[in-house]
């Protein structure tokens, strides 16, 4: 704004008059409840950083409850089929065991000698 139209006749007293208009205008907008408080805008920011900063806490025990949860599903669901499965392959080892000695029996009989019981496993051989 030029020098000249501040200092001009009138002028200064209004625009003076708008200065202290606008001085007081924040003051009168907050109290009426038209805008916030520095004080009440820190508040209300505080409260979403906080549960911000909950927010891997509580996803870290979300986490942990759900890998329990599917472990004891898992337990559940698997657990009978593994047992099932073992009893299988225990019965299927004693069967080929049986059938394993009846084998050399035979095989002792075929080659002519007497029957010492089973034949001692080879090196390689796990029983």
Do not use: F
């Amino acid at each position: 704004m030029s020098n000249w139209l501040v200092h001009a006749e009138g002028v200064g007293e209004h625009i003076e008059a708008a200065r202290k208009k606008q001085v007081c205008q924040p003051r009168r907008e907050t109290q009426s409840g038209l805008s916030s408080s520095t004080a009440s805008l820190r508040t209300d920011l505080e409260l979403p950083k906080q549960q911000v900063a909950a927010l891997p806490g509580e996803r870290d025990k979300l986490k942990t409850a759900l890998q329990r949860q599917l472990g004891q599903q898992l337990d559940q669901v698997g657990g009978g089929r593994v047992t099932r499965q073992y009893e299988v392959l225990t019965t299927e080892r004693d069967t080929l065991r049986r059938e394993k000695a009846g084998l050399e029996e035979r095989l002792g009989r075929e080659r002519g000698v007497p029957d010492s019981g089973p034949l001692q496993p080879l090196a390689d051989d796990p029983g």
